[in-house]
């Protein structure tokens, strides 16, 4: 079966630091990937997906990912975060000849101090 | 435009009761889901919707059951809720051809089962 995982469930980072969140999926064929920002008492949104093409993604907010296909991974970046970036980070993956099936990661919980 | 809506938001049940959870989106979406969320665990999904007419389990269908009422509207329903269905659970809608389209989710819905 798919899975997603994320390394770190909990980060805790000063304003203007660097962020990576690490998320690696297992899926033998072509995926589609995805990362999902939930900020405190919200839903789901997209920060970014990546479908085929540049591997170097860029979302909203500043953010970036990089999907290296030889390592099965999509981190997302941001060279310097702010205090409005304290939010859970989910990554999601899904097989992009098959069916849509969207499967998320156990999600990274964000901590932004000023 | 309302998206995707949930309803209700909140809902205390005693073990054993049952409840249905609906779910409408107004963006002609083929393809609906639900999902839930737990602390650590991030979004599991319960059942999906393909099109109007289908659905098929997704990786946590025990003590669920869904509906598919129409192109709009797809429902869960807990026949006997128990405490392990204590969550928030989220309703999401997409037109996924080939991994194309992302996930719009609704604004989920908090279940304490006591």
């Known amino acids: 079966a798919q899975s997603v995982s994320q390394h770190n469930h909990h980060v805790i980072l000063s304003e203007a630091a660097s962020l990576e969140l690490g998320c690696n999926y297992s899926y033998g064929g072509t995926v589609n990937l995805f990362w999902y920002v939930q900020y405190p008492g919200q839903h789901l949104q997209l920060l970014l997906k990546y479908f085929s093409g540049d591997p170097l993604v860029k979302g909203i907010k500043g953010f970036e990912a990089e999907f290296i296909k030889s390592k099965f991974s999509f981190n997302l970046r941001k060279p310097s975060v702010q205090w409005s970036d304290t939010a859970e980070y989910f990554c999601a993956v899904t097989p992009s000849g098959g069916y849509n099936k969207l499967i998320f990661g156990a999600g990274t919980r964000l901590a932004v101090h000023p | 435009n309302a998206g995707v809506t949930q309803t209700p938001k909140f809902q205390v049940l005693k073990t054993g009761q049952s409840m249905t959870l609906q779910c409408a989106q107004d963006m002609n979406h083929n393809s609906m889901y639900w999902y839930r969320q737990d602390p650590g665990m991030g979004l599991r999904l319960i059942y999906y919707s393909a099109s109007e007419g289908t659905t098929d389990k997704g990786e946590v269908p025990n003590g669920y059951n869904v509906s598919r009422l129409n192109k709009r509207e797809f429902s869960l329903r807990l026949e006997s809720a128990a405490p392990s269905q204590t969550s928030v659970y989220f309703c999401?809608?997409?037109?996924?051809?080939?991994?194309?389209?992302?996930?719009?989710f609704g604004q989920g819905t908090r279940l304490t089962v006591v």
């Open positions: 999401a809608s997409s037109n996924f051809r080939q991994g194309m389209v992302e996930a719009f």
